[in-house]
């Protein structure tokens, strides 16, 4: 999943390395037109078409679908407290530098590297997945469900929410420092 309201362009170069890949887009009624474009401009010219009727059509022909948990960051403080999480922060390497959530459960796991980076993660384990606003991170939880990680919960609002609890955080770095 990319969607269209983000970078859409860019995280499709930067995702899909093979621009021979074939895309069947998966988008709202009257978008496929907008994406095809989109995905045309930055060089992928491989699409097949479109879903008629989007998911909701998927779903009525009982094709089989998957879903991303999500929890808000108040959720997210309440059960950090209560059991240690693994969690993969999905921001760019300045934002992670910057500041981040303290402890050893915490991994950097750039979004941008994700394919090159899969050995990191263990399949087994439940991770917590955000990113700065949400954009990202339900892209990588996208990438990893289609890669049969399943135990990806992703924290809605991202690392904006989480600065707003009292889970533990590094100190402010100012990027231009770095």
Not at 16 to 43: D, F, H, K, Y
Not at 89 to 100: A, I, L, N, P, Q
Not at 121 to 129: A, C, E, G, Q, R
Request: with cysteine; aromatic share 8%; proline share 3%.
């Amino acid at each position: 999943f990319i969607g269209l309201n983000g970078g859409f362009a860019p995280w499709v170069g930067a995702l899909i390395t093979n621009i021979q890949q074939p895309i069947l887009l998966v988008v709202p009624e009257g978008a496929s037109e907008e994406a095809i474009t989109r995905l045309a401009r930055v060089g992928y010219d491989n699409t097949l078409g479109y879903l008629e009727g989007g998911i909701n059509a998927w779903m009525a022909s009982g094709k089989e679908t998957d879903q991303i948990t999500s929890i808000s960051a108040e959720e997210f403080s309440v059960k950090i407290k209560e059991f240690k999480h693994q969690v993969l922060d999905v921001r760019k390497d300045g934002e992670y530098t910057s500041m981040h959530l303290k402890g050893d459960l915490v991994q950097h796991f750039a979004l941008d590297y994700i394919n090159q980076q899969m050995d990191q993660i263990d399949v087994n384990k439940t991770y917590h997945i955000h990113c700065a606003g949400g954009y990202r991170s339900v892209i990588a939880a996208s990438i990893l469900k289609a890669r049969g990680y399943h135990k990806i919960i992703d924290i809605s609002g991202g690392f904006a929410a989480l600065k707003k609890t009292d889970v533990p955080m590094s100190e402010f770095v100012c990027p231009t420092t770095l």
